[in-house]
């Protein structure tokens, strides 16, 4: 038998953390105040901040089945967002089911009939 053989190595032994005595001495969370949360909401409206609810809930499977897997990202203002968005419910409340791509089909098929 040779001499250099590798020795068996032993499974060390699990070891338990226990953070219940950190989580028991930690501070209550303060209470939040709902006039500063509203203040807060309002200014940050009066800055040009929007919320990022979206009223319209998107499952990715459905998208592939009607083979809307393409992407566009485009930068605006605001107030050209805020516009967009205002006119997509408006089209999309008259039919649930309606859209996002059938709202962009719609104006594309208003500048084709203006000519441009």
């Known amino acids: 038998m040779p001499d250099h053989a590798k020795p068996t190595v032993q499974p060390r032994a699990g070891v338990k953390i226990d953070f219940g005595a950190a989580i028991e001495a930690a501070p209550p969370r303060a209470k939040i105040d709902e006039i500063t949360t509203r203040a807060a909401v309002a200014d940050a409206r009066e800055a040009g901040f929007s919320t990022r609810a979206d009223p319209v809930k998107i499952d990715g499977r459905s998208l592939r089945r009607t083979d809307r897997v393409a992407q566009m990202n485009i930068k605006l203002s605001p107030s050209v967002r805020d516009a967009f968005q205002s006119a997509l419910i408006d089209y999309i409340r008259g039919d649930k ?12 098929k208003l500048h084709q009939q203006q000519g441009r």
């Open 97 to 108: 089911k309606r859209t996002t791509e059938d709202f962009i089909e719609y104006l594309l």
